[in-house]
């Protein structure tokens, strides 16, 4: 079974701290992945996207991720996390081979203590 | 920034009901999609489709029906609503495939 992994339930860190949210995928070939954030009662909202290129992507609100092709990950990361950043994270993927559907992890909870 | 619009946002209804969610996009985006939240599963695709008239089935299509009667305009039907349909429902749409993906608000239903 192709799966999108997110080790993390929940994660809470201090404002100000740095944070890396875990992202593994088991597809095999090229893929499109990216990250999407949803606040408490809204919908989701586009963070950033990896397809190709320069393995280290820049996203909305100080957010960067990393692909890593050896690892099957994609790992979101914050320098400083600020407690407006509380929100469920969830990493997507789009198997080459599998037409255009976008397959979701299970979202990891951040939570941010002022 | 594109709009994404759903209604209702709250809907009960029994088992054996009978309920139609709509999602209407203002951007003239292609693809449209219907997902549903529940607790440990994340976002499954339910229904997609890529223009008025065309439907796909997506991973989880069992028990729903929908129909893309405009660019605007994607509907997800449950016509004989089951307790397991008890779900956050959301309604995205995108440019092209594999583009970002717009999200509306979610439709939240009960059945009981």
């Known amino acids: 079974t192709q799966t999108v992994s997110q080790s993390d339930a929940h994660v809470t860190v201090f404002e100000g701290d740095s944070v890396e949210l875990r992202c593994n995928y088991s597809y095999g070939g090229s893929i499109y992945l990216s990250w999407y954030i949803q606040h408490h009662g809204r919908g989701l909202q586009f963070l950033l996207k990896y397809y190709s290129g320069n393995p280290v992507v820049q996203g909305v609100n100080g957010f960067e991720a990393e692909f890593s092709k050896s690892d099957s990950s994609f790992h979101l990361r914050k320098a400083s996390v600020h407690w407006s950043d509380s929100a469920v994270y969830f990493c997507a993927a789009s198997p080459s081979n599998m037409g255009y559907k976008l397959t979701f992890g299970t979202g990891t909870s951040l939570l941010v203590d002022p | 920034e594109a709009a994404v619009t759903q209604s209702p946002r709250n809907k009960v209804t029994v088992t054996g009901g009978n309920v139609t969610l709509s999602c209407r996009q203002t951007n003239s985006h292609n693809y449209m999609y219907w997902y549903r939240q529940d607790t440990g599963h994340g976002l499954r695709l339910i229904h997609y489709s890529y223009g008025a008239g065309n439907l796909q089935i997506g991973d989880v299509p069992d028990g729903y029906k929908a129909t893309r009667t405009t660019q605007e305009d994607f509907f997800l039907l449950l016509e004989l609503a089951s307790p397991s349909q008890t779900s956050l429902y959301f309604c995205?749409?995108?440019?092209?495939?594999?583009?970002?993906?717009?999200f509306g608000p979610g439709t939240r239903l009960l059945v009981l």
């Open positions: 995205a749409s995108s440019h092209r495939a594999r583009d970002t993906q717009y």
